[in-house]
Structure formats: structure tokens, C-alpha cells
């Protein structure tokens, strides 16, 4: 019996910085400016930079940068927005709460990463935004997307709700598109010790307005000028977010070398069945999550070596087991089961393996070692 591996671990990151972040929660505290605070507008700042843009205006979770960050780029009712099938239901809640019509469409079964010529085919005339899903922690292309966006004159809106920092072709997500939803959900790769998101953009106005959005609709107070709503991400959380955002890079370069080591380890079992999610943004890809598919070749099932592993200790996930138009509380969409073989097929293949800053290279030779072990 090997040692046991948990599926994250976030007390790797916290432990070095624990005073840190009591240091700064005792300083919101003292101040008391819990609600748009001083610790909030540095965060914003700071994240925007990171990011390579100029506003940030943060919210209280990756869900609601969707869904008020879609209305804040002016995308209303009657607009279709088209999104990938395989992805967290809060991508299409957020398009659902914009107000907009949504429109899946299927993915690519190597990258797991929305496609972009069922994109382009289910282009119509109410079409105005594409909203690619940076999965998994790597960047849909800039280059394909701009020349689509350009072509058919839509409003990129990236979900980098698992892609902090992530690179591809030179850009970062939340810069390719008008604006990026984040999510500080404690277990992203930058997360807060509770719920919290953020709209990146490099559009003033956007800026403008989603500010307005998360604040009852007003620029000033008292005077409301359309129906927002109370969105803004607490101090205490952005205070906190401001101690790790400066260990960010490190902890994504140890996310990829933690998937560089998989991958070496992994390529034997190709033939077995075992195959990674493919990595088209070498370094730039930011492994929210490490996920391989078990295909054909295989001789267990999915559930079978998922338990083998578990019994050894070795925590997996699965992200995610059932694609956004066969859940139920969506058959009104009237979307059917085949329609998006891909992320179906996914959806019944992909094992998401331990990953987790700090994740240690006889850590993956345990898991690894326990996989080989249980197909062989
Ligand atoms: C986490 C996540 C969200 C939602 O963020 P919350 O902060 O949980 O509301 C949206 N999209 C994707 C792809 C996510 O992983």
C-alpha cells in the first residue's frame, strides 16, 4: 500500500504565508472598510496589471463576472452568445442571467477546448459573442478567435475562470477579448478563503458600467440608473487575494512542472488507454486541473480504476460528468443527447488526476505508478 495523495492540498501555499494573511485581515478589520475598501481597489488594480489590461472591478464570484460582465459589454435579450458543451454550469448560468439566448456547441476531443468551426457554423443573424472557456487552465487560441470574432463582427468574452495567468501566442487570458470573467473560488489558482470573481477589460466604458452593475445600478449613490444588483467582492477577501497574488507565477510554474512530470511518466501508457488532454501552450498553460481520458484501448473501466486508486489513497475528479445540455435542470434549452459527440464522449472518458502547487515529483510517481499498476 502506497502513501496517500489528496486530490488538492491548499495548505502548501498557506502555510508559508499564514502570518501574512492574519496581517492582513487584522488591518481590513481595524480599518473597518469591509465594502468597497482600500484592500479591494489595490486588488483590482493589481490583478488588471497582472493581466495585462487596465480595469479590474471585482465581484463577488466567477459567476456573476459572467453574467453582469456579458450585460457590462452591452450584450442584452435577443443576443445569442455561442459556448462550448463541455464546460462548469456557471458559464451558461452567466449567459442564461445576462439575459442572452445561449448557443452550445461541441468541443475538440484533444484539447477538451471549445470548437471553433461548430462555432462559426452556428453563427445566425441574432449571433453577437463568442465565449470561449479557457478549460482546464489553457487559453483557447487568441489568433483563431480574434479572426473569427473579426469575420462575423462579435464581442469576445473570455471564462478564465481556471486559466490565471495562463499564455498563448504572446497574450494572457482576459486581454484577447473585450473583457474575462475570474473566479476566486478557494481551489482556482488564485483563490480567496471564500467566494470572490473579477472582470478584467481594457474598455473604460465596460469598466464603468460593470461597476455600476455590482453596485445597485448606481454611479452615484441614490441615483440608479438601470436595475444592477449587490455584487462586489468583500475586502477581507481582496485583502487576502493581494498577499497571494505576488506567489501566483511561481505556484502556476509548479502546476506545469507537475504536468510536465505526468506527462513523461504517463507516455507508456499510451497504448493502454491512457491519454492526456492534449497541451497546445506549452508553458503557458496553467493546469487548473491535470486531465487525462481513458479511451477504448483500456482495459479497466473509468469507474474501476477511479476506485482502484481511491482505495489506494489517490484522490481523482471528474471535470465534468455530465455536459451542460443533457443536465436537467436544462431540457428546456431543448438541446438531445448525441448532439455534441465530443463532449459527450469526454464527459465519459476524462479523469482529472492529483494536481496542486507543491505537488512533488515521488507524489506523482505514486499515482503513476498505482495507474499503471491497476491497467496492467
Ligand atoms: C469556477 C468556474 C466558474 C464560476 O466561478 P464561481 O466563482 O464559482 O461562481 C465559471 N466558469 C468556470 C469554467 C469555472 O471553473
Not at 448525441?338 to 515521488?362: K, N, R, T, V, W
Request: glycine residues 10%.
Amino acid at each position: 500500500m502506497g502513501v496517500s495523495v489528496p486530490f488538492v492540498d491548499l495548505s502548501v501555499q498557506h502555510a508559508p504565508i499564514e502570518d501574512e494573511i492574519e496581517r492582513a485581515i487584522a488591518s481590513v478589520v481595524e480599518r473597518g472598510d469591509f465594502v468597497l475598501g482600500r484592500a479591494l481597489g489595490e486588488f483590482e488594480a493589481a490583478f488588471a496589471r497582472a493581466c495585462g489590461v487596465e480595469y479590474g472591478v471585482g465581484v463577488a464570484c466567477g459567476t456573476d463576472a459572467i453574467a453582469l460582465g456579458l450585460q457590462a459589454c452591452g450584450i442584452k435579450a435577443g443576443d445569442e452568445v455561442i459556448l462550448p458543451a463541455n464546460t462548469f454550469i456557471a458559464t451558461l448560468i452567466g449567459v442564461l442571467r445576462s439575459g442572452a439566448t445561449p448557443v452550445l456547441v461541441d468541443c475538440e476531443l484533444d484539447t477538451a477546448e471549445i470548437d471553433l468551426d461548430a462555432a462559426e457554423r452556428a453563427i445566425g443573424p441574432q449571433t453577437r459573442g463568442i465565449l470561449p472557456v479557457h478549460l482546464y487552465g489553457q487559453m483557447v487560441s487568441p489568433e483563431r478567435l480574434q479572426q473569427l470574432a473579426i469575420a462575423h463582427n462579435l464581442v469576445i468574452f473570455e471564462d478564465a475562470a481556471q486559466a490565471h495567468l495562463a499564455e498563448r501566442e504572446g497574450k494572457k487570458a482576459g486581454s484577447v477579448g473585450l473583457a474575462g470573467a475570474f473566479s476566486f473560488y478557494p481551489s482556482k489558482n488564485l483563490g480567496g478563503i471564500g467566494d470572490g470573481g473579477m472582470l478584467v477589460t481594457g474598455d473604460r466604458e465596460v469598466a464603468q458600467k460593470m461597476r455600476t452593475l455590482r453596485n445597485y445600478g448606481a454611479p452615484q449613490k441614490y441615483r440608479h440608473v438601470e436595475i444592477g444588483t449587490n455584487s462586489r467582492l468583500d475586502t477581507l477577501q481582496a485583502a487576502v487575494l493581494n498577499v497571494k497574488l505576488p506567489h501566483l507565477p511561481a505556484w502556476n510554474r509548479s502546476r506545469n512542472a507537475a504536468a510536465s512530470h505526468y506527462d513523461r511518466l504517463l507516455a507508456p501508457l499510451r497504448d493502454l488507454g491512457i491519454v492526456p488532454i492534449l497541451n497546445q501552450s506549452g508553458t503557458g498553460h496553467v493546469y487548473h486541473l491535470y486531465v487525462i481520458r481513458i479511451d477504448d484501448r483500456c482495459p479497466l473501466d473509468r469507474q474501476t480504476l477511479q476506485d482502484k486508486l481511491e482505495a489506494q489513497g489517490i484522490q481523482t475528479g471528474i471535470h465534468y460528468p455530465i455536459p451542460c445540455h443533457l443536465q436537467p435542470g436544462y431540457r428546456h434549452l431543448g438541446y438531445h443527447p448525441g448532439q455534441f459527440p465530443h463532449a459527450e464522449q469526454l464527459c465519459e472518458q476524462i479523469l482529472s488526476l492529483p494536481m496542486y502547487p507543491g505537488l512533488d515529483l515521488p507524489q506523482i510517481e505514486t499515482v503513476v505508478e498505482a495507474i499503471a499498476l491497476a491497467i496492467s
